[in-house]
């Protein structure tokens, strides 16, 4: 099984060394598809395997049209509930209710003091321990008692499966919840066969909610292992009858065919990573490969499409960068570009930790 590594939820950046690893600089559910797995399993390439050539430049040039009206900032906000709280944060640290377990994992934004005491810290079920390494690999430790790789989780109904992994995600990403609520809203509301497609897909969270809100699912990721832990939460949350196709491929690579063969979606999620590689050792940099992915992503957008939702971690710009982008990308297509970031409402002393940032096309 090939490393399955994500570095962008760690608050922490990072760049490629010379050898294309990514130094540990974070991140969840995102050109190669997600490099840890947004937090995602990254591939390494074998060695009887050659990378694969990097397609040629796509042509960009500025579009025609007005360009689409404008809301920012929008802040996004995950407030504590029965299935996720951020319970309290500080310190370099933070302390979450996944389900039945207190987790203790590293955050790096979180440079205040704690709320809570610390005996309620002390209660916690499991902490990631030790520095993240070049490949991402931590491990968890259990002060009560030993706990298994995976437990139930839910969402809004859906039944999940956490899994304690060696790069300090559990397999969702909560402050995502907004977008997905969003996305079902659109789906429902257009009374129509909808088709999604969701790039760096990771754990299948968005395809799930938007698959039972009655949309047409294309869910990729270079990762099988997160393809396969995809499928486990299809089958436990009783969406096996859902038409969901679960594809493992680089996300750049597959948007290209499908721009070939003419397939086209009336809802776009990408969620990419700073830095990551393909399967086939396809290599993704977001600031240099993120403008063509996401004028690929219009081209690949229905006549009559309802969003396109690009979600960015742990990279060194503000969402005025992407907001930009999205807005020139989309000009001529009407809507509304909305942009600003994604954060979870602490529960102890009401702090709000940004996660990420975003952008996304209304029709």
Request: net charge neutral.
């Given at each position: 099984?090939?490393?399955f590594r994500?570095k962008?939820r760690?608050?922490?950046p ?26 995602r399993?990254q ?5 009887d ?7 040629a ?14 809301q ?20 370099g640290?933070k302390?979450e209710?996944y389900?039945?377990y ?32 070049e490949?991402g690999?931590?491990r968890w430790r ?5 706990l ?12 999940y ?16 919840a ?10 429902a ?8 497609l969701n790039l760096f897909?990771y ?11 009655g949309?047409?699912v294309?869910h ?14 299809q089958?436990?949350?009783g969406?096996?009858?859902k ?11 597959f948007?290209e065919r499908?721009e ?6 009336d809802i ?5 990573p700073?830095?990551?590689r ?13 403008p063509?992915l ?6 690949i957008?229905?006549p009559?499409?309802?969003a ?6 742990s ?20 809507g509304k ?10 529960k102890?002393a ?6 990420s ?7």
């Open positions: 099984m090939k490393s994500d962008r760690d608050g922490r990072h760049q490629p060394t010379k050898s294309g690893a990514a130094q540990p600089r974070p991140p969840e559910n995102r050109p190669a598809v997600k490099a840890d797995a947004r937090p399993e591939h390494i390439v074998k060695p395997n050659q990378p694969e050539p990097k397609s430049p796509r042509i960009l040039a500025r579009r025609d049209g007005a360009l689409p009206a404008e920012l900032p929008v802040i996004l906000e995950v407030a504590p509930n029965a299935d996720y709280a951020l319970l309290d944060s500080g310190t640290q302390l209710q389900g039945p207190r987790i203790v994992r590293p955050e790096g934004q979180a440079i205040w003091q704690k709320a809570l005491p610390a005996k309620d810290w002390e209660r916690a079920d499991a902490i990631f321990t030790g520095d993240t390494d490949e690999i931590g259990f002060p009560k008692t030993p298994g790789e995976t437990w139930p989780m839910k969402h809004d109904g859906i039944d499966l956490g899994r304690f992994t060696s790069f300090r995600h559990v397999g969702v990403f909560p402050e995502q907004s977008h997905w609520d969003h996305m079902a809203g659109l789906v509301a257009a009374k129509r066969p909808v088709k999604v897909g754990t299948g969270l968005a395809s799930l909610v938007a698959a039972r809100a949309a047409e294309t990729v990721d270079a990762s099988k292992k997160a393809i396969g832990w995809a499928r486990e939460n089958e436990m949350a969406l096996g009858g038409p969901i196709r679960w594809i493992v491929d680089d996300a750049v690579k948007a499908e070939r063969r003419g397939s086209r979606y776009v999620l990408f969620d990419p700073a830095y990551g393909g399967p086939r050792g396809e290599v993704w940099q977001l600031f240099e490969d993120l063509a996401t004028d690929l992503c219009r081209s957008l229905t009559k499409p309802l396109v939702v690009l979600t960015a971690y990279i060194r710009a503000s969402f005025f960068a992407i907001h930009a982008l999205m807005r020139d990308t989309f000009a001529g297509m009407g570009i909305e942009s600003g970031e994604l954060i979870i409402r602490e102890s009401g702090r709000a930790l940004s996660t940032l975003f952008s996304r096309w209304v029709a």
